[in-house]
């Protein structure tokens, strides 16, 4: 099977103590190393939104300027420092604090989002010209994933494959990477291997349908009509199987 990485990753944010502890550093040294060119971390809560662009170099994009910030920041640089890694921060945007929560995790969607539009092939082709909207995610088998404890526990992989129209060869994305670089209508559906597409419905939608008289499909862990795997984050979803000429 062939090996794909996220392009962004995330983990809850540590406190400043434990960024040189075995463990962490452990984890740092195996996460650092495997992130690809051009790939994203953004730890989650903490403001802050970093990109590696060299085998021992990272960016420091975005930050929040508030204290807990700063004080995470910190905990990262050192960790960066301590594992060979250079943190280049001369051209960080610097973001107001946000005055909610709601408005913290809005900035911090937004801040992700504007990366993932900028990310690109190894020929410079971006993915969002790869026509993301039109590609469906696809079962790449079984994988023992490594937690942060130590501990490792098998996991479903999926995947999106982008067709660079430039090297015609395709591009394999993490689903998390693909919902940020789309919208939550493109990221809740799949196309089963009759060729059906089955999309996830809203509320609003269940009760157009409902009052249409119109029957739905209730979702669980596999596709009802072919029997097939369906990604685990669709299960329990009301869907109905849509005619692709409608978004044309």
């Known amino acids: 099977m062939k090996e794909y990485k996220h392009l962004l990753t995330n983990n809850k944010v540590k406190k400043l103590n434990d960024w040189t502890s075995p463990q962490t550093v452990d984890w740092a040294k195996a996460h650092f190393a495997s992130s690809p ?16 662009n060299d085998e021992k170099s990272w960016i420091l994009n975005r930050a929040v300027q508030h204290p807990s910030c700063i004080e995470v920041l910190h905990g990262i640089r050192t960790l960066m420092f301590d594992l060979g890694y250079n943190l280049d921060e001369a051209d960080t945007v610097w973001d107001e604090p ?8 809005r900035l911090e969607t937004e801040q992700k989002k504007e990366i993932a539009l900028s990310w690109a092939d190894v020929d410079g082709t971006k993915l969002s ?86 029957q739905g499909l209730l979702i669980g862990s596999f596709d009802p009509k072919t029997k097939e795997k369906i990604p685990p984050w669709l299960y329990g979803t009301y869907c109905k199987v849509i005619d692709t000429t409608e978004e044309e």
Request: net charge negative.
């Open 37 to 52: 060119m051009g790939g994203v971390w953004s730890p989650d809560g903490s403001g802050l939104i970093f990109m590696k």
């Open 129 to 214: 010209d790869m026509n993301p909207n039109e590609t469906y995610p696809e079962y790449m088998g079984m994988e023992d994933m490594l937690l942060e404890g130590g501990d490792t526990r098998e996991v479903e992989i999926w995947a999106y494959k982008l067709l660079n129209p430039n090297t015609k060869k395709h591009v394999e994305i993490d689903p998390d990477d693909y919902h940020l670089m789309t919208d939550d209508k493109s990221f809740m559906r799949y196309m089963n291997i009759e060729g059906d597409i089955v999309q996830a419905l809203t509320r609003r939608e269940m009760v157009e349908t409902a009052d249409a008289g119109e």
């Open 98 to 105: 946000p005055e909610s929560l709601e408005e913290a995790q």
